[in-house]
């Protein structure tokens, strides 16, 4: 890890953003965040050049705890009896793509009225149809977020708990050995290994984390 | 050459901001996260406010070797 921070937000407040420069951080929450400002960021592909592959991942190890209070805005539902997370079945992965608006060629409405794409992971060519985020119609011009769930098995002695968000990477370089890296943030609760550092907000030491980017 | 469907039409009024769950067998709904929109530069964003984990966040940056990537 090149990183490891904590924070002791108790608002649920953190968040995950990838702006139209590339600029991918976690902020809100009461955390440091913003360009140039020491908290978990990093550039990578604009949103007018998205890549064929994630843009984020979700992975969740247990539903337990989690609100089951009706949905005030649009939902974008799973069936739960294929993809429920448990010990038995594996954890639930929910994977957002992100489409340049010309994509919108390629979608297409469900029997059930959802509007969908398919695509092939590039990692391994596994055929996915995702469950499209039509966006405003003034995002129209730039594109659109699409997701997918499945279960992933897991170890029998893996402890199932919390979970944990990946992102976009950044930062692309090659090493020694000509291999291609990437550097990733990944945001995880509840916490398994303990930070170096606090990422919370303290006026003793950083000036306000709201900027232009939040 | 395909037409850019970009127009109402097609795609319909969207929304800036969607609530991912799971709908189980007794129609109940589990929230998990939600994805948005931004109003001022369309970025997209991912939030978590249904967890139960509160004050117990960890952040970080890791390095990701695409030659060894399963």
Redesign the interface.
Known sequence: ????????????????????SGFVQ?S??G?ISGPGKPG?Q?QSWP?SKPVPGP??S?S?LS???????????????????G??PTRETGV?I?E?F?FP??A??H?QLTDEGE?VISVRRP?DEKALQLKV?????????????A?H?NLEPINADQKME??F?TTS?GNLRR?D?D???????????????P?RRS?DYSPQNHSPNKTSED | M???????S????????????????ND????????G???N?????????????????????????????E
């Open positions: 890890m090149l990183d490891i921070a904590g924070s002791e937000d108790e608002s649920n407040g953190i968040k995950l953003s990838h702006h139209r976690f809100g929450g955390i978990v990093v949103l843009a984020f979700v969740i539903i337990e705890g989690y609100s089951k209070k009706a949905i005030a805005d649009v939902a974008c539902l799973f069936p739960g009896s993809l429920t639930l929910i957002g992100y608006w010309e919108t060629t979608t509007r990692s985020l039509t966006p405003p119609a003034t995002c129209w011009n730039l594109g659109f977020v997701v769930a919390g979970f968000v990477t090493n050995a291999e291609m890296l990437g550097d990733s943030l990944v945001l995880g609760y509840p916490r398994v290994f930070p990422i | 395909a037409k850019a469907l970009s127009d109402e097609v795609l319909g009024g969207g929304q800036d901001q969607f609530t991912v769950g799971i709908r189980h067998d109940s709904i589990t929230r998990l996260f939600k994805i929109y931004a109003r530069d369309c970025s997209y964003f991912v939030f978590f406010p249904y967890h139960p984990y509160r004050g117990k966040a960890v952040l970080g940056k890791f390095i990701v070797n695409y030659a060894r990537r």
